[in-house]
C-alpha cells in the first residue's frame, strides 16, 4: 500500500518537476513547482514529518510560491519576452552531464549506504516523532543559536529585498 | 515500510531534473525555479534519513533550511526586479556588467 502511494506520488513529482524545467511560459512552470511542492508535502507524511509536511504547504506552496507568481506577473513579460534556450550543443551537453551525475549519485547510493539500510526497516519511532513537540523543544534548546540567527537572516533579507527593488532615490 | 533508497533515488532524480534546468534554460526565472528544485531535494533526502537513522535532529535541518530557502527567494526575486527594471530582459545572457 505505501508503495503505492510512494509510486503515486514519486511520478507526480518528477513529471511536474520536469514539467517546471520544460515548459516555456514561465506561469505554467511555477505552477507545476507548485504541484511538485505539495507532492513532496505528502511524501514527507509518509516520513514521519507531519510538521514540516504542513510547514511545506505553508511557506514554500504558499508563500514562496505566491511571491514568485507576484514577480511574474509584475513584470508583465510579452511572449517574445520569454527568451530563447541555449543552442543545440549546450543543451544536450546539459542533459548528459545531468544524467551522468545522476547516474554517479545512483552508484554511490548503491556503493556506500545500502549496505547498512536497504530493505531493513525504518526503525520504530517515539511518540510524536516529527510533531512540533518534538521540534520545538529540540529548536529552543540544543539549536537556540541557530534558531536566533535565522530571525536576524530573515532580517537581512527583508532590508535587502526593499533595498535592492526599490527605485533610485 | 520501503527502504531508503527509494527516497534516496527520488531526491536524486529531482536534482538531477532542477541542474538540467540551470544548464539548458536562459529564463532567469526559471532558472530560480530550477535552483527552489534542487533545494527541495536535498530537503527529502534530509527528512528520509532523518526517518531512517531516527534522529530528529534532520527535521530541524530542513526547517532552518525552508526559512533560508525563503530569505534567498525574497532577495533573488528583489535582484531579478531590479535587473529587469534595468535592462528590459530575463534572459541570463544579458547579465554580462561583470564579464571582462
Known sequence: MELIIFLIIAIISAVSAFL???????????LFLILTLCSLAILYVLLNAPFLAAIQIIVYAGAVMVLFLFVIMLLNLKKDEFGKDR????????ILFAILFLVEIAISIKLGISRDFVGSAAPALEKGFGGPHLLGELLFTKYLLPFELTSVLLLIAIIGAIVLAKKKV | MLGLNYYLILGAILFAIGTIGVLTRRNILIIFMSIELMLNAVNLTFVAFSRYLDIIDGQVMV???MTV???????????IVAFFRNKKSINIDDLNLMKW
Open chain 1, 87 to 94: 543552442k543545440r550543443i549546450q543543451k544536450s551537453l546539459g
Open chain 1, 20 to 30: 517546471v524545467v520544460t515548459q516555456r511560459n514561465v506561469i505554467y512552470s511555477a
Open chain 2, 69 to 79: 530557502a525563503a530569505a534567498e527567494v525574497a532577495v533573488g526575486l528583489a535582484i
Open chain 2, 63 to 65: 526547517f532552518i533550511f
